[in-house]
């Protein structure tokens, strides 16, 4: 693989994706709920990062902050260059569209368009120049060249998914947001598209933030970050998926 644009221009400074003080409540004053605590991250080019722990430890609420569909009570959140916690509606909208490309486990591609028409849809809504060429090497990237004319229907779920991920990638955002990619299909196709999240980093120079509840898929992470009752738990560096295993039992049977 390689990358398919040149360095986009500004300083370095303005692709850092970094959280700092992130907190998050939910409810009214006497019912507060704290989701996220005072969560820092910072996302370095080039890296894969998972975020693992238990069901409500609060990693779709900081996707969600991440991605500005929640408001964070406290702290900033910086990407492309802003932080996001201060935009409204419309600007939010802009940042999601060209600063962050999201994969859900549920591929969410139109129905009745083509495999290029989805590829290119972010730039469309954005009101950007459509390259075809750009869409055939992005498709050819991930591995549906072949289909470009197909709708949706016409291809397996790992096919789909390989075109989610082209449409992510395709405003060459400054963060990939994965969101359990892996959890509609088999083992085989599971570690084919980890295969090629993990290249979108090491070859396109993406960065990725992966949600999964499976340690076999954050074991293709360079980092994992553990999250437990909305603080970090943790993080592991390079772990196998056994070592994944063994911090989420433990991360469980903590007090
Ligand atoms: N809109 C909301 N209103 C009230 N409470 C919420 C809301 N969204 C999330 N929460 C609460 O915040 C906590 C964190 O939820 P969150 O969905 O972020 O957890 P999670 O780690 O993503 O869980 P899962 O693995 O089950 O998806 C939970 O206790 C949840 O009930």
Partial sequence: ?????????????????????????????????????NIDLSVAPRSFTAIMGPSGSGKTTLLN??????????????????DITGLGEAQLAEMRRSHVGVVFQSYNLIPSLTVADNISLPLRLAGRRIDRGRVRDLAETVGVGATLDRRPAQLSGGQQQRVAFARALVTDPELIVADEPTGALDTASSDVLLGLLRSIVTDLGQRALLVTHDPRAAAVADRVLFLRDGRWYGELRGATEGQIAATLTDLGRQP
């Fill in 1 to 37: 693989m390689t990358k398919n644009q040149g360095e986009r221009p500004g300083s370095h400074d303005d692709h850092a994706v970094t959280v700092s003080g992130l907190s998050k409540s939910f409810g009214a004053e006497a019912t507060r709920f704290w989701a996220l605590t």
């Fill in 65 to 82: 902050c991440l991605l500005g569909l929640e408001k964070p009570d406290t702290g900033s959140i910086r990407i492309g260059g802003m």
